[in-house]
Each structure stands twice: as C-alpha cells, then as structure tokens.
C-alpha cells in the first residue's frame, strides 16, 4: 500500500511528500461469531458502495475482521474500495503452531494487519523484540504493518500545562516506533500508526480531541527528524462519529466497537469525505 511518495534514489519519504489520504478503519476484535461477521460485513459494503466518492482513494476504508472470516471476507469484498487487513500475524513461516504466516496472509488478499496493540501487549507477552520481528515480517510480506502505538496512562498535567502530558506522550510513542522497526525508518516509512493511548481502549469516551491533536503533532515534529512528518497517524480509543472533525493533524480513526454498527461506520465516512 503506497501512502507516500518517496525519493526514486534512496527511497526515503521527504517532509515535501503529504499524505492527503483519509484512512477510516474498524476491528471486529472478538466480538462477532462468523455469520455474525459476514452479515456486518454486508452492510458494511452497503455503506462504502453507496458513497461513489470513496473510488477517488482520498478516503480508505478497511476492515479487520478475525482470522477465520478473512477468505469470506475477501471474497465479499472484492471489487470495493475497502481493503482487507488481519488482527495479527505471526513473523515467519515454519514451525509456529498456531499462527498465521504474513506471506499467507498476503494469498488470502489482506493487505494490512495490525501489530502490536496493547491487549497482545499485556495479555500475550509481545514485547519490542517481538513487536519488530512482525513488522519486518509483514513488510516483507507486501503488507503494510498497521503499528499500534499509545502510552499507558495519562501523564499528570495538573499544573495546567496539557502540552506537558502530550509531548511525554509523544515522546513515548515515538520510542514504540523507533523500537517497532529497530531504528530502520525506511522501514518506518512503509507503515500506518494507530495511536491508541491504552488508557483510552473501551473507555466509554475517546480521548479529548484537542489532546490526541496535540500527541501527535508533536509526535510529528520528531518524526521530522527522519524525514517522515506525514507518515500517516491515525487515531483510536473508543473512537466514534463526532470526534473526526475536531482532530487537527491527524490521518483518520481505528474505529472499535461504535463502528459494529455499520451506520457509524457510514457517519465517520460522510465526516471523512468532507473534511
């Protein structure tokens, strides 16, 4: 997936090549069983197919369903704007009981998939070693690593000064990034970055949109020390129609539960179609 363009010589994305693409995407987590999942699906396509604009590409959609509904999924798919993306992958072909090849992942026509969120995090032992070795893997494999990236819990910014909690929060961020890709940002280069604070994960309300503005616009100005400022960064944590809007800086939303209602889904489309 090409969401920048880059120097023909050295490959490297210059602070001139902006990225004016939208991305508004949904994981399903585990939430729906598969007929469940492939009725949403239907009504998800309803929403992209009945909004002809969505052909232009400046807004992308994409949807990420579980692992066993993907080759449904593809096929249900085809032909739409929406593209396809996996919760996981595994970081090689081999013995590996029980995961998913990214190489795999590629035949079954997913063309991102998201690494590193924080529930694989905390609750199945992925760590920075791991984390890297899954976004060379999926690169390597043709897809676009979907790197999730949010700090733990909201720094304290009681003296009043916000911008103190959001440029910590950056900070830290961009240290997931760095780590994610061992320090190789023409590595960076090819990503998308979910900024999920974890503190905002199932919460009833996102993050406050002035701080999540915040977090990453100064996150971008240390990404233009590698000459990657518009690396596409999106924004998720109990995202919801409404919040888009008031965003400054920011490429779009990881929608989660709200969008299991494919009418919300269609709402952040309309939302992102005319900014």
Known sequence: MQHSSASQDTGTVTDSAIDSVTYVGVSTKMYLGYRDTLDWLERLRHEVDSRPALAAGRVVP??????PVLPAAAALLAGSPM???????????????????????AELGVRLVEIGHAERRAHFGENDSMVALKVRAAADAGLTPLLCVGEDSLADASDGDAAVAARAAAGFVH???????????????RLIIAYEPVWAIGAAEPANAGYVSD????LRG?????????LPVIYGGSAKPGLLPGLGGVSGLFLGRFAHDAGNFGAVLDEALAG
């Not at 593209?83 to 992942?105: I, Y």
């Not at 240290?175 to 280069?189: P, R």
């Open 62 to 67: 994409f949807v990420i369903p579980s692992f």
């Open 83 to 105: 593209l396809l993306g996996a919760q996981n992958c595994g970081w090689a072909a081999g013995p590996w009981t029980g995961e998913v090849a990214p190489s795999m992942l």
């Open 175 to 189: 240290g997931q990034i760095e780590a994610a890709v061992g320090g190789d940002w023409e590595l960076a280069s």
């Open 215 to 218: 977090v990453v616009n100064h």
């Open 222 to 230: 240390l990404l233009a020390a590698h000459r990657l400022r518009e």
